[in-house]
Nanobody
Framework: QVQLLESGGGSVQAGGSLRLSCAAS????????MGWFRQAPGKEREGVAT????ATTIVADSVKGRFTISQGKDLFLQMNKLQPEDTAVYYC???????????????????WGQGTQVTVSP
């Protein structure tokens, strides 16, 4: 069974950093679109960043300059200068149908992890 497993979440103070990791089991998605999404309490899930097979990235304006998506054996999200508004459950996801032209829409991603909580205190 294909699974994505996130790790690295936690609680930090504003201005701090965290690095999220996402490991795939069952198959790899290094040649597909992968992304990070987040869902804050009472809000819809939103795209944070995506990366394609050529390592081309798309980053949401709200985190641009602070968050970096990268991929090696696993998928990573380096989060710097965290703010309370970054508090959310963070999910990694894969779109097995695409290698390029990744979208930031959750509807295009069919494989999801269970999420990891990130809490940023003032």
């Amino acid at each position: 069974q294909v699974q994505l497993l996130e790790s690295g979440g936690g609680s930090v103070q504003a201005g701090g950093s965290l690095r999220l990791s996402c490991a795939a089991s069952g198959r790899t998605y290094n040649h597909n679109c992968m992304g990070w999404f987040r869902q804050a309490p009472g809000k819809e899930r939103e795209g944070v960043a995506t990366i394609d097979a050529a390592a081309t990235t798309i980053v949401a304006d709200s985190v641009k300059g602070r968050f970096t998506i990268s991929q090696g054996k696993d998928l990573f999200l380096q989060m710097n200068k965290l703010q309370p508004e970054d508090t959310a459950v963070y999910y990694c996801a894969a779109d097995p149908r695409r290698s390029w032209d990744c979208s930031m829409s959750q509807d295009d991603f069919s494989v999801w992890g269970q999420g990891t909580q990130v809490t940023v205190s003032p």
